[in-house]
Structures are given as C-alpha cells and as structure tokens.
C-alpha cells in the first residue's frame, strides 16, 4: 500500500508538473514561432529548388523541340 501511495503521489506530481509546462506554452504569444519559421524558411528553399528544376527541364525540352524543327546546328 505505501509503494501504491508513493506511485500515485509521483504521477501526481509529474501530472501537475506537465500541467504547468502546458499552461506556460498556452500562454505564451506564439509557443511555436521559430519553430514555424524554420520550417517555412525550409519550405521556401524547397520550393525554389522545384521552381529552378522546372525551368530547366522547360528549357531543355524547347531546346530540343528546337533542334527537331530546325535539325541540329553546328
């Protein structure tokens, strides 16, 4: 029975414990702000990579539409 009652105390306490961390991020004005700014920076770097890739292969395929039309040019 004191084994149960000093496990119960503990989660007790690590319940009241978690509750007060949780409160403290509710309370803050973002709690998740840099985190949010990291990943959307990432995002935007990604997004960018895509947008450059496509162009890319755009410009290789009109160049090679090019070169069916015209024959190759040396």
Same mark, same amino acid.
């Given at each position: 029975?004191?084994? =149960?009652?000093?496990?119960? !105390? #503990?989660? $007790?306490? #690590?319940?009241? #414990? /978690?509750?007060?961390?949780? !409160?403290?991020?509710?309370? *803050? *004005? $973002?709690?998740?702000?840099? =985190?949010?700014?990291? &990943?959307? @920076?990432?995002? /935007? @770097? +990604?997004?960018?990579?895509? +947008?450059? &890739?496509?162009?890319? @292969? =755009? /410009?290789?395929? @009109?160049?090679?539409?090019?070169? &069916?039309? /015209?024959?190759? &040019?040396?």
């Amino acid at each position: 029975m004191p084994s =149960e009652l000093t496990r119960l !105390e #503990n989660k $007790f306490i #690590n319940t009241h #414990n /978690n509750i007060v961390d949780y !409160e403290q991020q509710l309370m *803050a *004005a $973002f709690p998740y702000k840099e =985190e949010l700014t990291d &990943k959307k @920076e990432r995002l /935007n @770097e +990604v997004d960018m990579i895509i +947008v450059n &890739k496509t162009k890319q @292969e =755009e /410009n290789v395929k @009109e160049i090679q539409k090019e070169t &069916k039309v /015209n024959g190759m &040019k040396m």
